[in-house]
């Protein structure tokens, strides 16, 4: 079974910058589509940006310029770099590969 687990969450005021890391416990990103989703209080879940197997990067139009998607060579963690953050940005966010979810990490922007 494997297993995702994101880290890197936690409180920032407007304008700052996080870095979320989500290790798999396999090398699964050369295999899968590798993602983050949020959930915000009240709403869906939403997808915040995507890697292709090759590397290839798309981003939901709020969050395009600010954040960025990337691996590391060894296809084991994805990481989502997030700047200049605003409030609307606090949710849970969840990476995924496959069939397979994490548990979540939060992130809170407010001043």
């Known amino acids: 079974q494997v297993q995702l687990v994101e880290s890197g969450g936690g409180l920032v005021q407007p304008g700052g910058s996080l870095r979320l890391s989500c290790a798999a416990s396999e090398s699964i990103f050369r295999i899968y589509i590798s993602g983050w989703y949020r959930q915000a209080p009240g709403k869906q879940r939403e997808l915040v940006a995507t890697l292709s197997t090759g590397g290839s990067p798309n981003y939901e139009d709020s969050v395009k310029g600010r954040f960025t998607i990337s691996r590391d060579g060894d296809m084991n963690t994805i990481y989502l770099q997030m700047n200049s953050l605003k409030p609307e940005d606090t949710a849970v966010y969840y990476c995924?590969?496959?069939?397979?979810w994490g548990q979540g990490t939060q992130v809170t922007v407010s001043s």
């Open positions: 995924t590969s496959g069939p397979w």
